[in-house]
T-cell receptor, first 113, second 111 residues
Framework: KAGVTQTPRYLIKTRGQQVTLSCSPI?????VSWYQQTPGQGLQFLFE???????NKGNFPGRFSGRQFSNSRSEMNVSTLELGDSALYLC????????????FGPGTRLLVL | DQQVKQNSPSLSVQEGRISILNCDYT??????FLWYKKYPAEGPTFLIS?????DKNEDGRFTVFLNKSAKHLSLHIVPSQPGDSAVYFC??????????FGQGTELSVKP
């Protein structure tokens, strides 16, 4: 069964631009969570979507937003990029079940210049 | 406000010996803890978990210990193998909600 797919894998943007990242879940997975990984901070939870509704939200500014489509694919958008937004962005998908069944994608590496 | 902390950024262990990775948390409401392993260029993969009602969970070479009074958990890998070299993250959650991760510990197992 195909794993979690994230596109693009690498991205370079400049300050002030906006970016959209995509996550395609494993077939049958309706929950998609997004995380930001930076050195020294580990993985920080951004938000979770389930059946097109945001179910949980982390402590990130409003520049970070997301959405989920009816086919469970999810997008994450960051507007007015800052240098500190450079990070690895990971999505994780699961059924409505336990967290042990959550599978992570390989991530999108974003560099903001 | 780092609710889950892994204070050792790195750990080096000889093959065949025990690896002990530590994790501390501050929120006493956390009721479930998980460990993940991450190789470069891959997403984290689930390794082992423990509920707050237990103090130990074992799966093959991996054992997780939970000390609720100290708000401390540890992952023991015995015996350590070179393939275990990776970054290990501990994570905590409350009532199945969002996962709060630590900063990670990079384990290096030397042959």
């Amino acid at each position: 069964k195909a794993g979690v797919t994230q596109t693009p894998r690498y991205l370079i943007k400049t300050r002030g631009q906006q970016v959209t990242l995509s996550c395609s879940p494993i077939s049958g997975h309706r929950s998609v969570s997004w995380y930001q990984q930076t050195p020294g901070q580990g993985l920080q939870f951004l938000f979770e979507y389930f059946s097109e509704t945001q179910r949980n939200k982390g402590n990130f500014p409003g520049r970070f937003s997301g959405r989920q489509f009816s086919n469970s694919r999810s997008e994450m958008n960051v507007s007015t990029l800052e240098l500190g937004d450079s990070a690895l962005y990971l999505c994780a998908t699961r059924t409505s079940g336990s967290l042990e069944t959550q599978y992570f994608g390989p991530g999108t590496r974003l560099l903001v210049l | 406000d780092q609710q889950v902390k892994q204070n050792s950024p790195s750990l080096s262990v000889q093959e065949g010996r025990i690896s002990i990775l530590n994790c501390d948390y501050t929120n006493s409401m956390f009721d479930y803890f998980l460990w993940y392993k991450k190789y470069p260029a891959e997403g984290p993969t689930f390794l082992i978990s423990i509920s707050s009602i237990k103090d130990k969970n074992e799966d093959g070479r991996f054992t997780v210990f939970l000390n609720k009074s100290a708000k401390h958990l540890s992952l023991h890998i015995v015996p350590s193998q070179p393939g275990d070299s990776a970054v290990y993250f501990c994570a905590a959650t409350y009532q199945g909600g969002k996962l709060i991760f630590g900063q990670g510990t990079e384990l290096s197992v030397k042959p």
